[in-house]
Protein backbone atom coordinates (compact mmCIF):
# COMPACT_ATOMS: atom_id res chain seq x y z
CA UNK A 1 0.00 0.00 0.00
CA UNK A 2 2.96 2.23 0.94
CA UNK A 3 4.53 1.88 -2.50
CA UNK A 4 1.17 2.29 -4.46
CA UNK A 5 0.91 5.05 -2.28
CA UNK A 6 4.42 6.83 -3.33
CA UNK A 7 3.99 6.17 -6.74
CA UNK A 8 0.76 7.61 -7.06
CA UNK A 9 2.59 10.87 -5.56
CA UNK A 10 5.06 10.70 -7.70
CA UNK A 11 2.92 10.54 -10.80
CA UNK A 12 1.42 13.54 -8.92
CA UNK A 13 4.55 15.55 -8.50
CA UNK A 14 5.27 14.81 -12.51
CA UNK A 15 1.86 16.02 -14.00
CA UNK A 16 1.62 19.21 -11.25
CA UNK A 17 5.32 20.13 -11.87
CA UNK A 18 5.17 19.41 -15.51
CA UNK A 19 1.83 22.28 -15.65
CA UNK A 20 3.37 24.63 -13.68
CA UNK A 21 6.45 24.77 -15.34
CA UNK A 22 4.32 25.09 -19.08
CA UNK A 23 3.07 28.24 -17.78
CA UNK A 24 4.68 30.89 -20.12
CA UNK A 25 5.06 34.01 -18.38
CA UNK A 26 7.47 35.92 -20.71
CA UNK A 27 4.94 35.36 -23.55
CA UNK A 28 1.88 36.57 -21.05
CA UNK A 29 3.75 39.36 -19.55
CA UNK A 30 4.13 40.70 -22.78
CA UNK A 31 1.23 40.39 -24.10
CA UNK A 32 -0.24 42.12 -20.91
CA UNK A 33 2.25 44.87 -21.06
CA UNK A 34 0.92 45.57 -24.60
CA UNK A 35 4.14 44.71 -26.65
CA UNK A 36 2.86 42.35 -28.72
CA UNK A 37 3.95 38.15 -29.21
CA UNK A 38 7.61 37.95 -27.54
CA UNK A 39 7.95 35.01 -30.02
CA UNK A 40 8.03 37.89 -32.75
CA UNK A 41 10.95 39.60 -30.89
CA UNK A 42 14.60 38.82 -31.29
CA UNK A 43 15.47 34.85 -31.01
CA UNK A 44 11.64 34.37 -30.38
CA UNK A 45 12.33 32.90 -26.90
CA UNK A 46 10.01 33.54 -24.14
CA UNK A 47 12.47 33.52 -21.41
CA UNK A 48 13.86 36.78 -19.72
CA UNK A 49 16.54 36.63 -21.68
CA UNK A 50 14.26 37.88 -24.73
CA UNK A 51 12.23 39.81 -22.70
CA UNK A 52 15.11 42.26 -21.81
CA UNK A 53 15.79 42.90 -25.62
CA UNK A 54 12.30 44.53 -25.90
CA UNK A 55 13.92 47.07 -24.01
CA UNK A 56 11.84 46.77 -20.80
CA UNK A 57 13.76 45.75 -17.74
CA UNK A 58 11.18 45.51 -14.95
CA UNK A 59 9.20 43.13 -17.16
CA UNK A 60 12.79 41.60 -17.89
CA UNK A 61 13.14 41.14 -14.47
CA UNK A 62 9.68 39.71 -13.66
CA UNK A 63 10.05 37.08 -16.42
CA UNK A 64 13.36 35.75 -14.48
CA UNK A 65 11.43 35.27 -11.05
CA UNK A 66 8.29 34.20 -12.19
CA UNK A 67 9.85 31.73 -14.39
CA UNK A 68 12.47 30.36 -11.55
CA UNK A 69 9.66 30.76 -8.89
CA UNK A 70 7.23 28.18 -10.50
CA UNK A 71 10.37 25.91 -10.63
CA UNK A 72 11.04 26.63 -6.90
CA UNK A 73 6.89 26.00 -5.86
CA UNK A 74 7.05 22.53 -8.03
CA UNK A 75 9.83 21.47 -6.13
CA UNK A 76 9.35 23.02 -2.65
CA UNK A 77 5.31 22.10 -2.46
CA UNK A 78 6.15 18.15 -3.20
CA UNK A 79 9.26 17.96 -0.75
CA UNK A 80 7.69 20.16 2.01
CA UNK A 81 3.95 19.89 1.62
CA UNK A 82 3.04 16.32 0.09
CA UNK A 83 5.39 13.72 0.13
CA UNK A 84 7.62 12.53 3.43
CA UNK A 85 11.20 13.17 4.11
CA UNK A 86 12.87 10.31 2.02
CA UNK A 87 10.39 10.98 -1.37
CA UNK A 88 11.64 11.90 -4.58
CA UNK A 89 8.60 13.51 -5.48
CA UNK A 90 10.16 17.43 -5.00
CA UNK A 91 13.28 16.34 -7.66
CA UNK A 92 10.60 14.71 -9.74
CA UNK A 93 8.13 17.68 -9.54
CA UNK A 94 10.62 20.40 -10.27
CA UNK A 95 12.33 18.10 -13.35
CA UNK A 96 9.05 18.32 -14.79
CA UNK A 97 8.61 21.54 -14.37
CA UNK A 98 11.84 22.38 -16.61
CA UNK A 99 10.61 20.25 -19.17
CA UNK A 100 7.22 21.74 -19.11
CA UNK A 101 8.70 25.12 -19.68
CA UNK A 102 10.57 23.57 -22.34
CA UNK A 103 7.96 21.89 -23.81
CA UNK A 104 4.41 24.17 -22.80
CA UNK A 105 1.13 21.34 -24.05
CA UNK A 106 -0.35 25.58 -24.55
CA UNK A 107 2.61 26.13 -27.27
CA UNK A 108 2.07 23.13 -29.27
CA UNK A 109 5.39 22.16 -27.19
CA UNK A 110 7.87 24.97 -28.23
CA UNK A 111 8.65 27.13 -25.12
CA UNK A 112 12.31 28.34 -23.33
CA UNK A 113 15.19 27.10 -22.88
CA UNK A 114 14.61 26.56 -19.28
CA UNK A 115 17.58 28.40 -17.30
CA UNK A 116 15.66 30.41 -14.59
CA UNK A 117 13.65 27.36 -14.26
CA UNK A 118 16.49 25.25 -13.88
CA UNK A 119 18.10 27.32 -11.29
CA UNK A 120 15.01 27.88 -9.57
CA UNK A 121 14.62 24.09 -8.75
CA UNK A 122 18.27 23.83 -7.47
CA UNK A 123 17.64 26.28 -5.10
CA UNK A 124 14.64 24.91 -4.04
CA UNK A 125 16.24 20.88 -4.12
CA UNK A 126 19.38 22.16 -2.69
CA UNK A 127 20.19 25.79 -1.67
CA UNK A 128 24.19 25.80 -1.81
CA UNK A 129 23.91 23.99 -5.53
CA UNK A 130 21.69 26.45 -6.84
CA UNK A 131 23.73 29.26 -5.52
CA UNK A 132 26.88 27.80 -6.92
CA UNK A 133 25.35 27.59 -10.17
CA UNK A 134 23.93 31.00 -9.98
CA UNK A 135 27.48 32.60 -8.87
CA UNK A 136 29.25 30.86 -11.74
CA UNK A 137 26.31 32.14 -14.05
CA UNK A 138 26.68 35.55 -12.97
CA UNK A 139 30.62 34.99 -12.98
CA UNK A 140 30.62 34.29 -16.52
CA UNK A 141 27.93 36.67 -17.60
CA UNK A 142 30.18 39.67 -16.77
CA UNK A 143 33.50 38.14 -17.95
CA UNK A 144 32.13 36.85 -21.15
CA UNK A 145 28.63 38.61 -21.58
CA UNK A 146 27.12 35.85 -23.05
CA UNK A 147 23.63 34.70 -21.80
CA UNK A 148 23.80 31.55 -23.18
CA UNK A 149 27.45 30.49 -22.27
CA UNK A 150 26.83 31.54 -18.88
CA UNK A 151 23.93 29.25 -18.41
CA UNK A 152 26.04 26.49 -20.35
CA UNK A 153 28.74 27.12 -17.71
CA UNK A 154 26.46 27.05 -14.49
CA UNK A 155 24.34 24.22 -15.49
CA UNK A 156 27.04 22.38 -16.44
CA UNK A 157 28.87 22.42 -13.45
CA UNK A 158 26.08 22.03 -10.95
CA UNK A 159 25.81 18.35 -11.22
CA UNK A 160 29.59 18.79 -9.56
CA UNK A 161 28.42 20.70 -7.32
CA UNK A 162 25.51 18.48 -6.71
CA UNK A 163 28.00 15.68 -5.48
CA UNK A 164 30.53 17.79 -3.64
CA UNK A 165 27.38 20.29 -1.79
CA UNK A 166 24.36 17.95 -1.72
CA UNK A 167 23.77 14.24 -2.49
CA UNK A 168 23.50 11.70 -5.48
CA UNK A 169 20.34 12.38 -5.96
CA UNK A 170 20.59 16.18 -6.62
CA UNK A 171 23.21 15.73 -8.75
CA UNK A 172 21.70 12.97 -10.60
CA UNK A 173 18.97 15.44 -11.28
CA UNK A 174 21.31 18.42 -12.01
CA UNK A 175 23.52 15.72 -14.71
CA UNK A 176 19.84 15.40 -16.45
CA UNK A 177 18.98 19.18 -16.20
CA UNK A 178 22.85 19.96 -17.61
CA UNK A 179 22.32 18.04 -20.81
CA UNK A 180 18.76 19.16 -21.49
CA UNK A 181 20.30 22.71 -21.17
CA UNK A 182 23.30 21.45 -23.88
CA UNK A 183 20.32 20.22 -26.05
CA UNK A 184 18.41 22.90 -25.88
CA UNK A 185 21.50 25.36 -26.46
CA UNK A 186 22.49 23.72 -29.52
CA UNK A 187 21.83 26.22 -32.20
CA UNK A 188 23.23 28.85 -29.37
CA UNK A 189 26.67 26.52 -29.10
CA UNK A 190 27.08 26.76 -32.74
CA UNK A 191 26.79 30.58 -32.85
CA UNK A 192 29.48 30.69 -30.26
CA UNK A 193 31.58 28.56 -31.87
CA UNK A 194 31.37 30.47 -34.99
CA UNK A 195 31.67 34.08 -33.00
CA UNK A 196 28.08 35.25 -34.34
CA UNK A 197 25.89 34.77 -30.91
CA UNK A 198 24.63 38.07 -29.46
CA UNK A 199 26.34 39.55 -26.22
CA UNK A 200 24.30 40.32 -23.33
CA UNK A 201 22.46 43.89 -24.07
CA UNK A 202 22.10 43.40 -27.92
CA UNK A 203 18.47 43.57 -29.51
CA UNK A 204 19.09 41.46 -32.25
CA UNK A 205 18.76 37.57 -31.86
Given at each position: ???????????????????????????????????????????????????????????????????SGKGAAAALIFTHFVADSGSHAG???????????????????????????????????????????????????????????????????????????????????????????????????????????????????
Amino acid sequence: MAARCSKVIDLLAAVCGYLLGSIPFGLVLTRLAGLGDIREVGSGNIGATNVLRTGNKPLAAATLLLDSGKGAAAALIFTHFVADSGSHAGLIAGGMAIVGHNFPVWLKFKGGKGVATTLGVLLAVSWPVGLAACATWVLAAIVFRYSSLAALLGLSLAPLYGWLLADIRVALLAAFLALLAIWRHSDNIRRLLNGEESKIGNKKA
